[in-house]
């Protein structure tokens, strides 16, 4: 297995306050690893040891496979607590004045990642006018000089509206599905980071508290499909068909539940129905993703 990051029994301290407290993650090469915790809860501080903008109290940090960081951080662009941008500056010079920063010799990788970015019509408009969205965009534009394998964005979809969202998510997706990057993401709503993620790490008063795969999203939510039908034993041959990892419970003398699908409720319909079973009713049941957070950090839960 490629581990790009493993975080062991890290923690960080400050004047006796455990902002981090022996957290133990990782991400796998190829993840989205959605990093989800409340304002406060160490997301930054974490993020920070990784970059190399802090250093832990206690634990160990690897990068690819390698206790030698510094060695290794090159391979990584971030993003973290807004990095100043130079607001009288068009986004073309502030990627630009970064590429010098870094010493990075191709002149050409400014032109290249404004196309990326979709920035490359903006001309000698300043950064200061600039959208939020298009903010976001000039700072993962910024963490990608350098050509990094593994990218550490911190809230990058913080203020923005539910179109600048989607925009930001579309092009983590793009990042790492075309262009092959690793992409370790924070937020403090999981529903934004709901369908990139491929991983999520929950964090909570500086402790993890629940890392799974996307997968078990829907079953942590207890989301689950009850379909009444005049064959139940046919459906449950037809269901194991379209997915054969299902697991069916028999609820009643007419009816069975699924855990997880209901997103698919639709085409759960279409094929009992094709398949000729006669469905009387599909009830999808289960808890909101914020309901869900809220439980594990303890908070108040809708009635
Ligand atoms: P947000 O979403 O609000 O940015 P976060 O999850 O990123 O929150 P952190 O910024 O990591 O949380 O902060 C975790 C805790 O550590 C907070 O209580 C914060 O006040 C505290 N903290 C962070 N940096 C410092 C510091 N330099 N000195 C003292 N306390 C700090």
């Not at 390698?66 to 951080?73: H, K, T, Y």
């Not at 279409?270 to 993703?289: C, H, N, T, W």
Request: aromatic content about 6%; some cysteine; proline content about 3%.
């Amino acid at each position: 297995m490629d581990f790009i990051l493993q975080t062991k029994e890290v923690s960080k301290d400050f004047s006796g306050k455990l902002a981090v407290d022996h957290v133990s993650i990782s991400v796998k090469k190829g993840d989205i690893y959605g990093f989800i915790g409340e304002n406060g809860a160490g997301k930054t501080t974490l993020m920070r040891m990784i970059c190399g903008l802090a250093s832990p109290t206690n634990g160990e940090i690897t990068l690819f496979g390698n206790r030698d960081l510094v060695s290794q951080r090159h391979k990584i662009g971030c993003s973290i607590e807004n990095p100043a941008l130079f607001p009288d500056m068009t986004a073309a010079e502030n990627l630009e004045t970064q590429r010098l920063l870094l010493g990075i010799k191709d002149k050409k990788v400014c032109m290249e990642i404004l196309e990326l970015i979709g920035l490359d019509d903006t001309g000698k408009m300043k950064t200061r006018n600039f959208s939020l969205g298009m903010k976001q965009r000039l700072m993962i534009g910024l963490a990608l000089l350098g050509n990094p394998e593994f990218l550490v964005l911190d809230e990058p979809t913080n203020g923005l509206d539910p179109m600048g969202i989607r925009d930001v998510r579309d092009f983590l997706k793009y990042l790492n599905e075309e262009k092959g990057l690793t992409i370790f993401v924070s937020s403090h709503i999981l529903g934004e980071l709901e369908k990139i993620a491929t991983r999520y790490g929950v964090i909570s008063k500086g402790k993890l508290i629940d890392e799974f795969h996307a997968d078990e999203l829907a079953v942590r939510c207890g989301e689950a499909l009850t379909i009444h039908a005049n064959d139940i034993q046919k459906a449950e041959i037809v269901l194991k068909g379209m997915f054969p990892e299902v697991c069916c419970t028999r609820t009643s003398e007419d009816s069975f539940q699924i855990k997880g699908y209901v997103e698919q409720a639709g085409q759960v319909n279409k094929s009992l129905v094709e398949a000729g079973i006669m469905v009387k009713a599909l009830i999808p049941e289960g808890d909101s993703l914020e309901n869900y957070m809220l439980n594990l950090m303890g908070g108040k839960v809708d009635a």
